[in-house]
């Protein structure tokens, strides 16, 4: 059910994060949604695109480490408090979230939730109990 | 384990008998090195220092030293202590770094050094019924007439094989039934996987025992090699300078090499200030040949780093014992007054589970010294965590601190991103040096 994050470890410099944006850009891969934790030397990017095969394929070849996990991906309608209220759901099952980011889609009113998550299962099971609707690369791709 | 000793009285002496020998020996030899050595004279002229000073191991500190440089500038004859008519015999070093070293041998020193290399086979369990296969190189090179005349002191049966062909060693191994083999650390695993792909197994060949060195090798080659081969493998030590192979030699509790320091005297010095520090320390390593009548080094310098102990050892041999090389002098950084070796760096490393991929950068920053590692992150160990990747630096960090008694800050960086020169990585940064 999970959706695929591409994780790639860079240098907190200058020009590094445009580096990786514009080497998928030119691939034809886009880019959904981008988030970035730093410590002052290193940066890890957290990436969720339209086709994780081709973005790992080219990042590997530029000599990028990389890592492809899984997260959990939720639906959200795009208004006030659905966040928290997702959140609250995963809360009372005593399900710690890492750390996570959003992303709205182009067309669609909705939002998207990213979670990073020690228990996929568990969340996405507690998250469509809640009646949360979950996505998938197939869903994403399709953005 | 039974214990075999080829010079028992000496190797198992007590440590005021052996001092006492010692201190006789120094007395003679000094004396003979004055009188016989116009180079070595001057230098203690200009210390003012005479062999009327020297009453014993004691006063060895009052010798200027010899190094690598003095041995050039003295090439080739200038620290020769006999007439050439009496010696018998050169070796040499390939001369890779510099000029080539070229020591000269009388039988006697030959007899002595072959003395020692028998004590390191016998150490090994060799006696007189092993055959004994020597796959180091003959030649200018000591390995092999070392070894070779080790063998024949503890009455093996000798395989003289010299180095390489691999084919044919493997062919005397197997026909005649080898149980010691002789050779570099490096060569012995090559010759564990050629039987592997030839379809031995260890159990199918008699060898027992290897003797290996002239190359550093670390724990995990001796117990790959040992797995490969079905064998214990021993160290050994030593350096054309002082002889050649046979200066030290494990036994069997495999925990450092014993010196065979009725002949090489060692002590270890600060390499910065030449003061000698006390037993455990860790420093430059210095040799004082006893014995030698042809090329009497006194207080050589060997710019091993090492560290030496009398702990008591179970093989019952009172010889004191040098740990395996951790470094060379040409490569120590002092950092915060603190002798540092990047080859400890990558001891760490390996056992931190990390490629020995990376980069001292030393500052100094309002006059304090500023330590950083950089150590390229590993596919196995990287995580989309921020949190995990800071642990695993603070972690090693610690480990470093255990290893250097000093902080570094470590810093983990992308593959492939540590500068290379020539394709070779630049380990050391001192940037102290630029102002
Ligand atoms: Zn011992």
Same mark, same amino acid.
Request: some cysteine.
């Given at each position: ?43 890890? +990017? ?36 659905? +966040?928290?209220?997702? +959140? ?5 099952a005593d399900i710690n979230v890492e750390y996570l980011y959003a992303f709205l889609a182009r067309t669609e009113r909705h939002a998207y939730l990213v979670l990073r998550v020690e228990d996929n299962a568990a969340a996405e099971s507690v998250l469509s109990g809640a009646g949360f609707k979950l996505i998938t690369d197939a869903?994403?791709?399709? +953005? | 384990?039974?214990? $075999? ?6 190797? %198992? ?22 009188? $016989? ?25 009052? #010798?200027?030293? #010899? ?15 006999? =007439? ?16 080539? *070293? ?57 395989? @003289? ?28 695993? /090559? ?10 197994? @260890? ?12 190359? !550093? ?19 050994? /030590?030593?350096? %054309?300078?002082?002889?050649? =192979? ?12 014993? *010196? ?17 520090? =006390? ?10 040949? #006893? ?33 395996? !090389? ?10 915060r007054g603190v002798n540092v070796f990047p080859s400890q760096i990558e001891t760490v490393l390996l056992n931190e589970g990390y490629q020995p991929n990376y980069q001292i950068v030393v500052d100094r920053?309002? $006059? $304090? ?9 590993? !596919? ?33 960086? =992308? ?21």
């Open positions: 059910m999970a959706i695929k994050q591409l994780t790639v470890f860079v240098q907190n410099k200058r020009g590094s994060v445009v580096s990786v944006t514009d080497l998928l850009s030119q691939s034809g891969v886009d880019l959904r949604a981008l988030s970035i934790a730093e410590t002052q030397d290193l940066g890890i +990017l957290r990436l969720i695109v339209n086709d994780e095969k081709t973005a790992e394929r080219v990042l590997t070849e530029n000599g990028y480490l990389i890592k492809v996990i899984d997260v959990v991906g939720v639906k959200i309608a795009d208004a006030p408090g659905k +966040l928290t209220e997702a +959140l609250s759901v995963l809360d009372r869903d994403i791709s399709k +953005l | 384990m039974a214990q $075999n000793y080829y010079q028992k009285e000496i190797e %198992t002496m007590a440590p005021e008998e052996m001092r006492a020998l010692q201190s006789e020996k120094l007395v003679r030899q000094v004396k003979h090195v004055y009188e $016989n050595v116009a180079y070595y004279r001057d230098l203690m002229d200009k210390k003012g220092v005479t062999p009327d000073d020297i009453h014993g191991i004691e006063d060895l500190h009052k #010798l200027p030293f #010899l190094s690598k440089a003095d041995l050039r500038d003295a090439y080739p004859y200038g620290l020769l202590a006999k =007439p050439l008519e009496d010696c018998v015999r050169i070796q040499s070093t390939s001369g890779t770094t510099g000029r080539r *070293v070229v020591a000269f041998y009388t039988q006697k020193d030959i007899d002595l050094w072959e003395d020692c290399c028998a004590r390191a086979i016998t150490a090994a369990g060799g006696t007189k019924k092993d055959v004994c296969q020597v796959a180091y190189g003959y030649g200018l090179f000591t390995g092999g007439p070392g070894l070779n005349g080790g063998s024949h002191k503890v009455g093996c049966l000798t395989l @003289p094989l010299s180095s390489g062909n691999t084919e044919r060693q493997i062919q005397f191994m197997t026909d005649l039934g080898a149980t010691i083999l002789c050779c570099t650390p490096s060569y012995a695993a /090559y010759i564990g996987e050629s039987l592997k792909e030839m379809g031995y197994k @260890p159990e199918d060949i008699p060898l027992k025992a290897g003797i290996f060195g002239a190359e !550093p090798w670390t724990e995990e080659m001796r117990r790959g090699i040992e797995e490969s081969l079905g064998i214990k493998a021993y160290d050994i /030590y030593g350096l %054309t300078e002082t002889s050649g =192979p046979g200066v030290a030699f494990e036994c069997s509790e495999q925990t450092g090499m014993h *010196v065979n320091e009725d002949h090489f005297y060692a002590e270890i010095i600060d390499p910065e200030t030449g003061e000698v520090l =006390p037993e455990g320390s860790k420093g430059e390593l210095v040799f004082t040949s #006893l014995d030698k009548e042809a090329f009497p080094l006194l207080r050589y310098r060997t710019r091993d780093i090492c560290v030496l102990s009398r702990k008591k050892c179970s093989c019952g041999r009172t010889l004191v014992k040098m740990a395996k !090389p951790m470094g060379r002098t040409d490569d120590m950084l002092i950092i920053v309002k $006059n $304090n010294d500023t330590f950083d590692v950089n150590v390229e992150m590993t !596919p196995e160990t990287f995580t989309d965590k921020v949190s995990d990747v800071v642990a695993m630096e603070k972690s090693l960090a610690g480990a470093l601190k255990t290893m250097l008694g000093i902080n570094p800050a470590v810093h983990l960086v =992308p593959p492939k991103t540590i500068v290379r020169s020539e394709g070779k990585a630049v380990r050391v940064i001192d940037k102290r040096k630029l102002v």
